[in-house]
């Protein structure tokens, strides 16, 4: 295989989830019956303890491991493998009444009551103490226990605290980054309003209350809390391979949509990268576009470290905290596990193995449910997953997933956009930007990587960077020697306005705003109401196009390049609406507008004809069918195809396919039923007879 595996103790496809026998200590024949259903369900890992510390420490250093040493051992003896957490995630009630500085502090400076969980302070001594003493002794206890595979760090890291002891950090951080007030001043342009700061005390973190103004601030407030939480997620690591370094760690991330925190920083603390995946499956706007959502966070995930992950928690059927928990439909659980596989997962772990009796997660689904049978849909559902990651492991787990192209995603740039006060205050829409660009790669059976500004992008050939409002990293020059060295480049519209602080480049045409590579600047950005609109008009082989722009259109001074649309209307009809500049041996385009998901259907079907991209499939994909690709060992295509619209679909074929599920051979069509996939090995090409 490609990758070395996740786990190396146990290098196979996981299947299972979050185990909770704490809840159950009063229900022996329970405990007992599950770990028979579990065999059944084709389980070989459960993720245990992430929420246990009452139950391990129920008073300050009086521990009890003697239930979960049964666990562990019955588990392991039914040959079920153990993803072992740390318990930071959620702090006993003596914890929080004995030291009240681990309860987080609101940005209102009150202070929380004990309650919830990933809420406690990542800065506090105390709290940080407490975790090391009980990692420290799971650790010892567990980490050269045959049957612990990996360790899952806390869970779910979101948040931030506005005590005393963060904004002391915060302080520190800032003199390490800036040296100076005079400079922290200048960098976050402190001097309007007269907000300048006379005194490092003054620093306080960002509030509706206070100082929202200054969008430095912002960002360096945001960019600490990633650091601070990496920092406490370290010091847990640390502890935990002190025992056994051999053992990987990894925590559970939520996906690209979740904007908290800086995941490219983390995932390099990190072994393996897993994540919780819960989309709307069956919700009104229909699962062609959920589909797409889910497919684009996996690609990200997938891209932290450019290797499979662990699809660490999913819902076996309804999800209790969506605005509805509507129940997969009969084969949608399935499906949606092969779209994770097909996106790089080499797992499928649940939340949760056996549903809770009472509190806040009784509503959502589990591998057994109140129920308490094999004999449910669900259940069944799950155990055909069970069967079905058996027979991928021998030739899916640990493949490759190679990519021409990468969007680049930047959770730093959404964060400036957001603080940003104009262009558009009613929103800007930089994840509906991604989507719209992902379209055309996700329906074609291109694989995309979701990369930041840190990215190295000499192995691509086409980058895409939308609304690439902050330049940081010194991307300019990747940028530059990337299509200097024959790379094509796209950007859209409201990029390389600003620094990473936040400050607007000066000058006309300069290199820090790329505009050598681009051949063009932008004299001004236009922002138009909701139901505003601009259209382009685009000459395609004597063809005339048209398309309508929104939210933000810019007014294009060209330099060097060719203009391939302009604008139709308004004082800058004729303007440019999309750009194109020959630079070293590449090309650089620009779309000029919030443009929709056909004009960036067109532009990237030129682009994928003149570049040639590897596709999963040489077919004519039906509209709802996704077609994914990873690479076997010997470097034929394993093709993932997902039907995930209402209506069955035949696929014409150019070549010769192995169904790895069924065995049956497709030579000229493929046919795939509404919600149904198919698993395919691309058969060698027959030599000339
Ligand atoms: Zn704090």
């Known amino acids: 295989m490609k990758h ?11 299947h299972g989830g979050d185990y909770n026998p704490e809840q159950w200590k009063d229900y022996p024949e329970i405990l007992e019956r ?74 209102d400076g009150t202070r929380n009551f004990f309650g919830g969980r990933e809420n406690h302070c990542y800065t506090s001594p105390v709290y940080r103490e407490r975790v090391k003493i009980i990692d420290e002794l799971l650790a010892k206890h567990y980490a050269n226990h045959p049957a612990v ?6 869970n779910e890291f979101n948040g931030e605290c506005h005590c005393d002891l963060c904004k002391k950090a915060f302080r520190e951080f800032l003199q390490e980054k800036y040296g100076s007030l005079e400079d922290l001043n200048h960098d976050w342009w402190a001097h309007f309003w007269s907000h300048t700061y006379t005194n490092w005390e003054q620093v306080q973190p960002p509030s509706s209350k206070g100082e929202d103004s200054i969008q430095g601030l912002v960002l360096d407030w945001k960019r600490f809390v990633t650091k601070q939480t990496i920092d406490f997620m370290k010091s847990e690591i640390e502890t935990v391979k002190s025992a056994n370094s051999e053992i990987p760690v990894t925590t559970n991330f939520m996906g690209m949509y979740f904007d908290g925190l800086d995941y490219f920083q983390m995932a390099k603390e990190l072994d393996i990268i897993a994540w919780d995946s819960y989309p709307m499956w069956h919700a009104p706007w229909g699962n062609i576009a959920v589909a797409q959502c889910e497919s684009l966070s996996h690609d990200m995930m997938r891209s932290l470290k450019k290797s499979p992950f662990l699809l660490m928690e999913c819902t076996p059927s309804t999800t209790n905290w969506h605005s509805v928990s509507k129940q997969k439909r009969p084969g949608m659980h399935v499906l949606s596990i092969v779209n994770a596989v097909a996106h790089g997962a080499d797992s499928s772990m649940y939340f949760q193995i056996r549903q809770s009796r009472g509190s806040a997660e009784k509503f959502h689904s589990a591998v057994i449910s109140h129920a308490g049978t094999n004999n449910t849909r669900t259940f069944k559902e799950v155990t055909e997953v069970g069967e079905l990651l058996q027979k991928l492991t021998h030739f899916v787990y640990g493949t490759d997933s190679p990519a021409e ?25 930089y994840f509906g930007e991604i989507q719209r660009v992902y379209h055309y790669f996700w329906k074609n059976g291109i694989t995309t990587d979701i990369v930041d500004e840190t990215a190295d992008f000499s192995g691509y050939k086409l980058v895409i960077a939308p609304m690439l409002y902050m330049f940081r990293d010194d991307i300019q020059k990747k940028f530059r020697e990337f299509v200097s060295a024959g790379g094509t480049l796209v950007t859209t519209v409201f990029s390389g306005v600003v620094n990473q602080n936040d400050l607007c480049f000066l000058g006309e045409d300069t290199e820090e705003k790329l505009s050598d590579v681009m051949g063009m600047w932008v004299e001004e950005i236009d922002g138009l109401y909701d139901g505003d609109k601009n259209r382009t008009s685009w000459y395609i082989d004597r ?3 048209f398309y309508d722009m929104t939210q933000l259109c810019e007014v294009i001074r060209p330099t060097t390049c060719d203009v391939v649309a302009t604008f139709e209307k308004d004082y800058y009809k004729g303007c440019p609406a999309i750009t194109k500049n020959a630079f070293g041996e590449g090309f650089a385009w620009h779309v000029a507008g919030c443009a929709p998901e056909a004009l960036f259907d067109e532009l990237f079907r030129q682009l994928d004809e003149k570049l040639q991209l590897e596709r999963a499939m040489d077919a004519e994909i039906p509209n709802g069918v996704s077609v994914t690709w990873r690479q076997s060992d010997d470097g034929r295509k394993i093709v993932f195809v997902q039907n995930f619209s209402d209506c069955d679909a035949l ?27 198919r698993i395919l090995l691309e058969n060698p090409p027959k030599n000339d007879e």
């Open 543 to 545: 063809t005339r196009l």
């Open 4 to 14: 070395t595996p996740l786990t190396p103790k146990f290098p196979q496809m996981l």
């Open 149 to 154: 595979i990996a360790w899952h760090i806390s």
């Open 651 to 677: 696929i014409p074929l150019k070549a010769s396919y192995t169904d790895m599920v069924t065995g049956n051979k497709f030579g000229e069509a493929l046919p795939v039923e509404k919600q149904k996939f």
């Open 34 to 107: 599950d770990i028979e259903l579990m065999k059944e369900a084709h389980i070989n890992c459960v993720s245990l303890g992430i929420f246990s510390w009452a139950d391990i420490e129920p008073e300050e250093d009086l521990f009890n491991l003697e239930w979960l040493d049964n666990t562990i051992e019955r588990l392991w003896k039914a040959g079920i493998h153990v993803i072992l957490a740390t318990p930071s995630g959620a702090r006993p009630h003596w914890l929080a009444d004995k030291y009240q500085e681990v309860l987080r502090v609101a940005e």
């Open 405 to 429: 192209v990468a969007i680049v995603f930047d959770v730093q740039n959404k964060w400036a956009i957001d603080a940003s006060k104009g262009p558009r205050n009613d929103g800007i829409d």
